[in-house]
């Protein structure tokens, strides 16, 4: 029986060890958070808002510019890039982004995948972790890996600027990017975004037909597009980055709170137990007293 206590010591030992690391985590990604949450929250407005008019503009061209950002051809070759965390214990939040590009490519770009036309790549490690050991008919680049832990805008502005320059020379036909969705502390949810070419916008439903707008350029209309285009495609493709991190942060945050609960619901099942082992020792104690005694006496 001594034993047995002392086994379920060392374990409630064990178990309060662990809460107090998970509570420290927790405070750390609360902490990142509220940063990584400020950021997003006040650039989401501003991109999206250019984002659309970027759509409208491209849209409402016909064909009538140089640009080739908002062209769509033929797919033959594509490129997936996957946003993940560099880290883990964050639930299930690297695992959804990493389905989410698989069922992208294997849905959307199966043909382009079986010719061996679909390149992957990966800013953060977790999803090159996940896709290396699973994968081997898929071309990978992982020249952005570091990305993830250096996101300022110049560092995201030149991948993002590197991948239009590969657009415009036709290595690519396509450009998606898979990343998470920041709700807020407990909803994060993986999104396909497609980033070139620029989708243009639909017609709402219910509407017959969507009126075209009349935009007065100026300077010329080459001279702005050549301009705007880069800086709205570059703002975009940081608010993806922005985004997975503060849902990384805030995943990581609920997870570590759940996982603190859970251990005090375990402490205070192996303090039970422990006491009930305890009583128990006890009450066989008293009971070899009482039998010696008895013994002697008769």
């Known amino acids: 029986m001594a034993g047995g206590l002392k086994e379920v010591r060392e374990r409630i030992k064990s178990v309060m060890g662990t809460q107090q690391i998970t ?9 990142k958070l509220r940063k990584a949450q400020n950021a997003i929250v006040q650039m989401r407005p501003y991109a999206e808002r250019l984002n659309r ?8 061209l016909d064909g009538d510019s140089n640009t080739s950002f908002g ?20 639930g299930a939040f690297n695992t959804n982004i990493n389905k989410e590009a698989v069922m992208l490519i294997n849905t959307k770009y199966g043909e382009q995948r079986r010719n061996g036309n679909v390149t992957v790549l990966f800013i953060g490690k977790k999803g090159y972790d996940f896709f290396r050991r699973r994968f081997t008919d898929l071309k990978f680049n992982t020249d952005y890996l570091d990305i993830y ?3 300022a805008y110049e560092n995201v502005s030149a991948v993002a600027r590197e991948l ?3 657009f415009s020379k036709g290595h690519y036909d396509a450009i998606e990017v898979v990343y998470s969705h920041f709700r807020n502390a407990a909803t994060q949810y993986p999104t396909v975004e497609q980033w070139l070419p620029v989708p ?4 709402q439903p219910g509407k017959v037909s969507r009126k075209k ?15 705007l285009v880069p800086s709205i495609l570059q703002l975009s493709f940081h608010k993806t980055v922005l ?6 942060h805030g995943a990581r945050m609920t997870a570590m709170d759940k996982a603190t609960d859970n251990a005090e619901e375990l402490l205070k099942a192996l303090r039970i137990n422990y006491n009930k082992a305890r009583q128990e020792a006890i009450t066989t104690e008293l009971g070899e007293i009482v039998s010696g005694a008895a013994a002697l006496e008769s």
């Open 23 to 31: 509570k420290a985590m927790k405070m750390v990604s609360a902490a």
């Open 53 to 60: 008019m970027l759509s409208n503009i491209l849209s409402n």
């Open 71 to 90: 062209k769509a051809r033929v797919v033959k070759k594509v490129l997936v890039v996957v946003i993940t965390s560099n880290r883990g214990l964050a």
């Open 149 to 151: 832990d250096r996101p």
């Open 164 to 166: 239009m320059d590969e």
């Open 200 to 203: 243009k916008l639909e017609a």
């Open 213 to 227: 707008a009349d935009y007065i350029f100026e300077p010329d209309k080459e001279q702005l597009l050549e301009s």
């Open 243 to 248: 985004d997975t991190q503060a849902g990384e």
